[in-house]
Nanobody, 120 residues
Framework: QVQLVESGGGLVQAGGSLRLFCAAS????????MGWYRQAPGKQRELVAA???????NYADSVKGRFTISRDNAKNTMYLQMNSLKPEDTAVYYC??????????????WGQGTQVTVSS
C-alpha cells in the first residue's frame, strides 16, 4: 500500500504565502500523476493543481498565477507553493497520487489533509 502525508498548512493573513509538502511512502513501484485537492466547509472537494510524472502541470483557474505545483520523483514528494493567499483559499488541502505498487496494482491514494486558513 501507499501512504501520503501532508504538512505545511497553517494560519496566514491574506496576501501571505504557505508551502505545502506531501511525502509518499510504502510499497511504491512508481507514481503517475499527483495532485492537490481542497475542500472548504459545505463545499465539494475540488482540484487545485495536478502534475504528471514528466512535470506537466495544470491548475484551477482560481489559483493560476498564485500557486505552483512541483514534485521530486526520486524522493516521491510533491509541493504546493501558495502565494498571494486569499480568504477563499481557506480549506483542507489533500494530497492525491496514482501509484503503481510493487504487486503490480495501480491505485488512487489520498493523504489525511492539512488545514489552510487565510484570515482577512
Amino acid at each position: 500500500q501507499v501512504q501520503l502525508v501532508e504538512s505545511g498548512g497553517g494560519l496566514v493573513q491574506a496576501g501571505g504565502s504557505l508551502r505545502l509538502f506531501c511525502a509518499a511512502s510504502g510499497s511504491i513501484f512508481s507514481i503517475n500523476a499527483m495532485g492537490w485537492y481542497r475542500q472548504a466547509p459545505g463545499k465539494q472537494r475540488e482540484l487545485v493543481a495536478a502534475i504528471t510524472s514528466g512535470g506537466s502541470a495544470n491548475y484551477a483557474d482560481s489559483v493560476k498565477g498564485r500557486f505552483t505545483i512541483s514534485r521530486d520523483n526520486a524522493k516521491n514528494t510533491m509541493y504546493l507553493q501558495m502565494n498571494s493567499l486569499k480568504p477563499e483559499d481557506t480549506a483542507v488541502y489533500y494530497c492525491n497520487a496514482d501509484a503503481w505498487v510493487v504487486a503490480g496494482i495501480l491505485g488512487d491514494y489520498w493523504g489525511q489533509g492539512t488545514q489552510v486558513t487565510v484570515s482577512s
